[in-house]
């Protein structure tokens, strides 16, 4: 049987060695405040950058109302009743009916 090589300073180095703080598990995604808005980098057509900024400072609170609205009406046609979730009723879409 071949004894292994020991080198005592590298023993000794690796066992004063400090070991690697372990990073603390990020919190899940879904945790987010309801309304919270995350910063993302987007790449937008000159021409569509351009007309939302026409009107000046908000531009990128008008570009998230338009994705909303799409995202509302994709939402809608994919429920094909037209009915509003629990959870989407507001003042928005009240038809003053009642």
């Given at each position: 049987m071949a004894r292994r090589p020991s080198d005592p300073r590298a023993a000794a180095e690796a066992a004063f060695k400090p070991a690697r703080p372990v990073a603390p598990p990020l919190p899940p995604?879904?945790?987010?405040a309801p309304g919270a808005r995350e910063q993302v980098t987007l790449r937008i057509d000159s021409d569509v950058l351009e007309l939302f900024q026409e009107d000046g400072a908000g531009w990128q609170?008008?570009?998230n109302a338009a994705l909303r609205e799409t995202v509302r009406a994709q939402l809608a046609a994919r429920?094909?009743?037209?009915?509003?979730?629990?959870?989407e009723l507001s003042g928005e879409n009240d038809d003053g009916a009642g």
């Open positions: 995604r879904s945790t987010a609170d008008r570009i429920s094909g009743d037209g009915a509003i979730r629990v959870d």
